[in-house]
C-alpha cells in the first residue's frame, strides 16, 4: 500500500512537471500574443484616465471615448515614426557611399590631434589602436542590408501595431475583461480580494505609466533644446530617442551619454579637435548632466513616490533585483511588477508584519 502511494506521488509529481514545462513551452510558442496583450494593456492604463474623463465628465459614450483614446495613440505614434524615417532614411544613404579610405584618414587625424593636445604618449596610443584596428572589421557592404531588413520588417510592425490597438480598444471599453478572466481562476471566498487588489494596480499603475510619458516628455523638451543649442544634426530625432531610453533605468542615460558623444565626434570628423570637437564634448556633457539632475531629483521622486507610492530606496532594489534576474526587460518592468506584487501582497499576505511595514502606504 505504502509502495503504491509513492509511486502514484511520484507519477504525479512527473506529471505536474511535465505540465509546467508544455505550459512554459506553450507560452514561448505565443510570446508574441503575449507581448501584444502586454503593450494593449499598458496603453489601456495610460489612456484610463483620459477615457475616464470623456465618459464621466462629458457623458461621451464608451465607444465614442474609446476611438477618440486610440487616436490620439496613433497620432503619438505616427509622429515618433515622421521623425525616425528622415533619420534612417539619411543613414542609409550616408552608409552607402561611406570611404572607407577618408575615415581612416579623419580618424587617424583626430587621434592625433587628442593625443598631443592631452598630452599623452602617442607611441603607446598608436600601438593600441593598431592592435584593435577596429576599422578592418566594419563591413560597410553589410549596412545597407541591415537597414534594408528593418525596411522589411515594417509589414510585421504593422500587423503588430493592429494586433495591440484590437486588444487596447476591448481593454479600454471593457475595464472589466481582464479582471473577469482572472477572476476565473480564484476561489469563490479569494474574488474579493482579486477584485480589490485588481482595481487598485489598475489605479496605481495607470498613475504611474501616465507619469512616464510626462517624463518622457519633459527629457525630450530638456534634450531638444540642449541638442539644437549646440547645433547637433537631427536634435529632435536624437532628443526622443534619449528620452525614450532612459525609461530603462540606470543603464538608459549611459547609453543616451555614449551615444551623445559619439555623435558629437563623427558629426565632426573633419573638423579641429581643440577648437570644435573638445568644446562640444564638454558643454555636451555639462548640459547632459544638468539634465540629468533634473530628472534624477526632481521627475523620478515625484513619479515614483505618487504614483506607485513606494521608498525610492525599495524602487532602486526592486530595478537591481529585476535588473540582475531578467536583463533590460527586468529593469524596464521592475517598478510595474514590484507594485503589483505589492498590492497582490496586501491582499493576501496583510498579516505578516513585513508585508503590513512595505504595504502601509498602499
Do not use: W
Amino acid at each position: 500500500m505504502q509502495a503504491k502511494a509513492i509511486s502514484n506521488g511520484i507519477l504525479r509529481a512527473i506529471s505536474i512537471v511535465l505540465g509546467v514545462m508544455l505550459l512554459i513551452y506553450f507560452l514561448y510558442l505565443i510570446k508574441s500574443v503575449l507581448l501584444y496583450i502586454l503593450l494593449g494593456a499598458i496603453i489601456s492604463l495610460i489612456g484610463r484616465p483620459l477615457m475616464l474623463f470623456l465618459t464621466n465628465k462629458l457623458k461621451m459614450k464608451s465607444g465614442i471615448a474609446v476611438s477618440i483614446c486610440l487616436f490620439i495613440f496613433l497620432l503619438f505614434f505616427v509622429g515618433i515614426i515622421s521623425l525616425f524615417l528622415p533619420v534612417i532614411a539619411e543613414q542609409y544613404q550616408n552608409i552607402s557611399q561611406i570611404n572607407i579610405e577618408k575615415l581612416e584618414a579623419d580618424v587617424d587625424r583626430l587621434i592625433n590631434e587628442s593625443v598631443a593636445y592631452f598630452g599623452i604618449n602617442q607611441l603607446n596610443i598608436r600601438d593600441l589602436i593598431e592592435k584593435i584596428d577596429f576599422i578592418k572589421y566594419l563591413d560597410v557592404n553589410t549596412l545597407p542590408k541591415i537597414l534594408g531588413n528593418i525596411f522589411g520588417s515594417l509589414g510585421s510592425i504593422l500587423i503588430g501595431l493592429f494586433s495591440v490597438i484590437f486588444i487596447a480598444f476591448f481593454a479600454l471599453k471593457d475595464s472589466k475583461l481582464l479582471e473577469k478572466s482572472l477572476l476565473a481562476f480564484a476561489k469563490k471566498e479569494d474574488e474579493n480580494k482579486f477584485q480589490r487588489a485588481f482595481t487598485k494596480i489598475k489605479q496605481l499603475l495607470s498613475r504611474y505609466f501616465v507619469g512616464l510619458l510626462a517624463q518622457v516628455f519633459i527629457l525630450f523638451i530638456l534634450y531638444s533644446i540642449l541638442l539644437l543649442v549646440l547645433g547637433f544634426k537631427n536634435a529632435i530625432a536624437v532628443a526622443l530617442i534619449c528620452a525614450i531610453l532612459n525609461l530603462i533605468p540606470y543603464l538608459g542615460p549611459l547609453i543616451s551619454f555614449v551615444l551623445l558623444l559619439s555623435l558629437a565626434i563623427t558629426d565632426n570628423l573633419n573638423m579641429s579637435f581643440s577648437i570644435v570637437i573638445l568644446p562640444k564634448i564638454i558643454k555636451m556633457a555639462i548640459g547632459f548632466f544638468a539634465i540629468q539632475m533634473i530628472d534624477n531629483f526632481f521627475n523620478q521622486p515625484f513619479i515614483f513616490g505618487n504614483s506607485v507610492r513606494s521608498h525610492p530606496l525599495e524602487i532602486f532594489l526592486a530595478i537591481l533585483i529585476f535588473g540582475l534576474l531578467f536583463g533590460i526587460g527586468g529593469l524596464i518592468a521592475a517598478v510595474p511588477l514590484y507594485t503589483a506584487i505589492k498590492v497582490v501582497s496586501k491582499e493576501f499576505l496583510s498579516g505578516y508584519k513585513i508585508v503590513k511595514h512595505l504595504t502601509k502606504e498602499i
